[in-house]
């Protein structure tokens, strides 16, 4: 059938007419029903209803506007998509109507670029790109809208991107845009629907609904044995080993005594998804059967990670939303959006409480963990109020902030809460300029205030230490030390790939001497762990590899925090601030590199990369040069994009949060960003919740 935008109303019917009549004639059977609408799947029988609308179907127009790289046309079949979801809802009732939308695959579509709130989603990304040129918000990694004249890409100054037959641009020229490798959502409600949760095999989807209605083979449910993959009964083991974890979860409605929220700057569900492929490449497998520890955490839900006044975010907004509940304007730091950016006046009065200064409060010991520079936009928001997430040290001030008495962030992490462990990088900000550093002579400290900012930090507290390289680190003994700083770096650390284990320790090893310092106090702890600051610096660097190893490290360490500490009494969340225009696709066989080149030729004879950028510094000028796993593995290759940017920007779309422990339930669905820290909050009866009344585990 025509796609919507050129649906002949006189003569074709809609997606929602059809699903309308369907449901109306279908209904009539007392026994319920099945229907498959080409992007809807229903099941009826007594007493419940199945519908399962599979959204890369639709008419399979979706996926062919995809293809064809068209936006316009994809998105618009979308919309139409919802609105069938909607009637179907409208003519069915939840208590006996399981209705699951999903999608059958991903695609390498892109949607980022600095874009304001209510920017057109067709539209332009305000800044031209390097090449003075302008692009669109959404761009495609691969396909036809791969134009380049005379070695440069196409200026669509003049050009109707709002057509309804617009190509948005590709990095690598293909007849047909591919799919992608990425997760796609599960979204469910009615009977049964909590039995998606998780990350699971697509084919978990199906056995989910036949347990439903006690469609063969649930109506015994006989266990089946384990078979090799090539066989349906493999599948269907796996599926029934899955749902019967599903069965036997149960809400911990207990109260928190700790608090671990990991942060993964900029990792989007295609950067979890490469990941998990990456982690078990590494091991010696194909990888795409691989788990990762946050795979294996029973409630998931999304988040809906927009500023205030940002269609696309940064890492500062973001951060103030899920570390202390209030959404926030783009480049601010732990104030609300009544603050303009830069505005420091404005941030006074403004000012709003982190869930850590809150656990302090109460009681608990807390803790900073980050492969960046501890004065960076998502560790500073568990601290500051800034109105400009850059004001690090007080030379970075600008006179406006000067003269109204704001202070830089490297204060604040000093004098506004009293933080147990600070383990990152970010020396320079907390010394005067006079000062060398002890590990690069030609670098000195940043401040002009003349403050030793560490010493401050150590005045008047008892078992402190302070370090800044491994050793000093490996020789701090938790049992004696209630208070931890190390600096490992005068910036950011460096990436895992890079990092010298004899002069800096890893995530993992930071995290856990943070948690066994923590642990001591009988009232707990509230710890922020963040590793993915160097995979969101990945990214804008172009540089996928660099940001999947810095993913798998952060995997690592959320492992080891599961095995230093109890489900029972310990609340774990793991999430992201943002995601990047990363895409992850391109006709890969099973086990294909996933830093590796396609199995197949791009329309110019060349091969091309599975990961590609949708913008960034690894466009190309002139021909586009073929490629090998030699160059696409070198540690410094840059991927390729279709619009010239020194720096990829972050992505639009929602990300994951994958939750286990006290209340891990109540993440469950689509939740705007902020609702984390209330739900963090909530767990562990601090403020505002002080009055939650949730029991004590017995061994906590």
Same mark, same amino acid.
């Given at each position: 059938?025509?796609?919507?935008?050129?649906?002949?109303?006189?003569?074709?019917?809609?997606?929602?007419?059809?699903?309308?009549?369907?449901?109306?004639?279908?209904?009539?059977?007392? =026994?319920?029903?099945?229907?498959?609408?080409?992007?809807?799947?229903?099941?009826?029988?007594?007493?419940? *209803?199945?519908?399962?609308? #599979?959204?890369?179907?639709?008419?399979?127009?979706?996926?062919?506007?995809?293809?064809?790289?068209?936006?316009?046309?994809?998105?618009?079949?979308?919309?139409?998509?919802?609105?069938?979801?909607?009637?179907?809802?409208?003519?069915?009732?939840?208590?006996?109507?399981?209705?699951?939308?999903?999608?059958?695959?991903?695609?390498?579509?892109?949607?980022?670029?600095?874009? @304001?709130?209510?920017?057109?989603?067709?539209?332009?990304? &305000? $800044?031209?790109?390097?090449?003075?040129?302008?692009?669109?918000?959404?761009?495609?990694?691969?396909?036809?809208?791969?134009?380049?004249?005379?070695?440069?890409?196409?200026?669509?100054?003049?050009?109707?991107?709002?057509?309804?037959?617009?190509?948005?641009?590709?990095?690598? @020229? *293909?007849?047909?845009?591919?799919?992608?490798?990425?997760?796609?959502?599960?979204?469910?409600?009615?009977?049964?629907?909590?039995?998606?949760?998780?990350?699971?095999?697509?084919?978990?989807?199906?056995?989910?609904?036949?347990?439903?209605?006690?469609?063969?083979?649930?109506? !015994?449910?006989?266990?089946?044995?384990?078979?090799?993959? *090539?066989?349906?009964?493999?599948?269907?083991?796996?599926?029934?080993?899955?749902?019967?974890?599903?069965?036997?979860?149960? &809400?911990?409605?207990?109260?928190?005594?700790?608090?671990?929220?990991?942060?993964?700057?900029?990792?989007?569900?295609?950067?979890?998804?490469?990941?998990?492929? *990456? /982690?078990?490449?590494?091991?010696?497998?194909?990888?795409?059967?691989?788990?990762?520890?946050?795979?294996?955490?029973?409630?998931?839900?999304?988040? /809906?990670?927009?500023?205030?006044?940002?269609?696309?975010?940064?890492?500062?907004?973001?951060?103030?939303?899920?570390? #202390?509940?209030?959404?926030?304007?783009?480049?601010?730091?732990?104030?609300?959006?009544?603050? &303009?950016?830069?505005?420091?006046?404005?941030?006074?009065?403004?000012?709003?409480?982190?869930?850590?200064?809150?656990?302090?409060?109460?009681?608990?010991?807390?803790?900073?963990?980050?492969?960046?520079?501890?004065?960076?936009?998502?560790?500073?928001?568990?601290?500051?109020?800034?109105?400009?997430?850059? +004001?690090?040290?007080?030379?970075?001030?600008?006179?406006?902030?000067?003269?109204?008495?704001?202070?830089?962030?490297?204060?604040?992490?000093?004098?506004?809460?009293?933080?147990?462990?600070?383990?990152?990088?970010?020396?320079?900000?907390?010394?005067? =300029?006079?000062?060398?550093?002890?590990?690069? &002579?030609?670098?000195?400290?940043?401040?002009? %205030?003349?403050?030793?900012?560490?010493?401050? +930090?150590? /005045? !008047?507290?008892?078992?402190? $230490?302070?370090?800044?390289? =491994?050793?000093?680190?490996?020789?701090?003994?938790?049992?004696?030390?209630?208070?931890?700083?190390?600096?490992?770096?005068? $910036?950011?650390?460096?990436?895992?790939?890079?990092?010298?284990?004899?002069?800096?320790?890893?995530?993992?090893?930071?995290?856990?001497?943070?948690?066994?310092?923590?642990? /001591?106090?009988?009232?707990?702890?509230?710890?922020?762990?963040?590793?993915?600051?160097?995979?969101?610096?990945?990214?804008?660097?172009?540089?996928? =590899?660099?940001?999947?190893?810095?993913?798998?490290?952060? %995997?690592?360490?959320?492992?080891?925090?599961?095995?230093?500490?109890?489900?029972?009494?310990?609340?774990?969340?793991?999430?992201?601030?943002?995601?990047?225009?990363?895409?992850?696709?391109?006709?890969?066989?099973?086990? !294909?590199?996933?830093?590796?080149?396609?199995?197949?030729?791009?329309?110019?004879?060349?091969?091309?990369?599975?990961?590609?950028?949708?913008?960034?510094?690894?466009?190309?000028?002139?021909?586009?040069?073929?490629?090998?796993?030699?160059?696409?593995?070198?540690?410094?290759?840059?991927?390729?994009?279709?619009?010239?940017?020194?720096?990829?920007?972050?992505?639009?779309?929602?990300?994951?949060?994958?939750? $286990?422990?006290?209340?891990?339930?109540?993440?469950?669905?689509?939740?705007?960003?902020?609702?984390?820290?209330?739900?963090?909050?909530?767990?562990? #009866?601090?403020?505002?919740?002080?009055?939650?009344?949730?029991?004590?585990?017995?061994?906590?």
């Amino acid at each position: 059938m025509r796609f919507e935008v050129f649906r002949n109303r006189t003569r074709d019917p809609s997606i929602v007419e059809m699903t309308e009549k369907a449901i109306q004639i279908l209904s009539k059977n007392p =026994k319920g029903y099945f229907l498959f609408v080409e992007d809807e799947y229903y099941i009826n029988n007594p007493p419940s *209803l199945i519908h399962l609308f #599979c959204a890369g179907l639709l008419r399979g127009r979706i996926d062919h506007g995809h293809h064809d790289g068209i936006a316009r046309l994809a998105l618009t079949e979308v919309v139409m998509f919802d609105q069938a979801i909607q009637r179907a809802a409208q003519l069915t009732r939840e208590s006996d109507t399981l209705t699951v939308v999903t999608a059958d695959h991903s695609h390498v579509f892109t949607f980022g670029g600095n874009t @304001p709130r209510g920017n057109p989603i067709f539209g332009l990304a &305000p $800044k031209k790109a390097d090449d003075k040129m302008p692009f669109t918000s959404i761009l495609y990694a691969n396909g036809p809208g791969y134009v380049h004249i005379n070695g440069t890409r196409g200026n669509i100054t003049m050009v109707d991107y709002y057509d309804e037959e617009y190509m948005q641009q590709a990095a690598v @020229p *293909l007849d047909s845009e591919t799919h992608g490798g990425e997760d796609v959502a599960i979204y469910a409600k009615g009977p049964m629907a909590h039995l998606f949760h998780g990350v699971k095999e697509q084919n978990y989807v199906a056995h989910v609904m036949a347990y439903a209605a006690c469609l063969e083979p649930y109506t !015994n449910c006989p266990p089946h044995p384990h078979k090799e993959e *090539l066989h349906a009964s493999y599948w269907n083991n796996k599926a029934r080993q899955a749902l019967h974890t599903a069965l036997y979860v149960q &809400p911990n409605i207990h109260k928190a005594k700790n608090i671990i929220l990991f942060l993964g700057d900029g990792m989007g569900v295609p950067t979890v998804t490469a990941a998990r492929i *990456l /982690k078990g490449q590494l091991a010696g497998h194909s990888g795409e059967e691989t788990s990762l520890v946050m795979d294996t955490f029973p409630h998931l839900a999304l988040s /809906k990670t927009y500023n205030v006044d940002q269609q696309m975010p940064d890492s500062a907004g973001t951060a103030t939303a899920y570390t #202390c509940g209030v959404k926030a304007n783009y480049g601010t730091l732990g104030v609300t959006a009544a603050t &303009p950016r830069y505005n420091c006046r404005a941030s006074f009065g403004n000012e709003v409480t982190s869930v850590l200064h809150r656990a302090k409060k109460a009681g608990k010991s807390v803790g900073i963990v980050t492969t960046t520079r501890v004065q960076h936009a998502s560790p500073g928001a568990n601290y500051a109020h800034s109105a400009d997430r850059g +004001w690090y040290s007080d030379s970075d001030l600008t006179p406006e902030a000067i003269q109204n008495g704001c202070r830089d962030i490297a204060y604040q992490l000093v004098q506004n809460t009293e933080i147990n462990v600070i383990l990152g990088g970010g020396r320079r900000y907390m010394f005067p =300029k006079t000062v060398m550093d002890p590990e690069y &002579p030609t670098h000195k400290g940043d401040r002009n %205030d003349g403050q030793n900012l560490v010493e401050a +930090w150590k /005045k !008047n507290k008892t078992n402190v $230490k302070y370090v800044w390289n =491994k050793a000093e680190f490996d020789a701090v003994n938790p049992a004696n030390t209630d208070f931890l700083m190390g600096l490992f770096e005068p $910036k950011d650390c460096r990436y895992e790939l890079d990092r010298d284990p004899s002069m800096d320790p890893s995530l993992t090893e930071m995290m856990e001497k943070a948690i066994k310092i923590l642990s /001591k106090n009988p009232n707990g702890f509230y710890l922020f762990v963040e590793d993915i600051g160097r995979i969101d610096h990945g990214h804008h660097a172009g540089n996928a =590899k660099r940001a999947l190893y810095e993913a798998v490290e952060f %995997d690592r360490a959320v492992g080891r925090a599961a095995e230093l500490t109890s489900e029972l009494d310990t609340l774990s969340v793991v999430t992201a601030d943002h995601s990047h225009v990363f895409a992850f696709g391109g006709h890969s066989g099973r086990g !294909n590199s996933v830093l590796g080149v396609s199995r197949s030729l791009a329309d110019d004879k060349k091969h091309f990369t599975t990961t590609v950028y949708g913008n960034g510094p690894g466009y190309r000028n002139g021909t586009r040069p073929d490629m090998n796993e030699t160059i696409s593995s070198d540690n410094d290759y840059l991927q390729q994009a279709p619009v010239p940017l020194d720096s990829e920007t972050h992505g639009i779309e929602d990300v994951a949060i994958f939750a $286990k422990g006290p209340m891990s339930h109540l993440f469950h669905g689509v939740q705007e960003q902020n609702y984390i820290a209330h739900v963090l909050a909530y767990a562990a #009866c601090l403020e505002p919740y002080e009055d939650c009344k949730l029991p004590n585990h017995a061994g906590s």
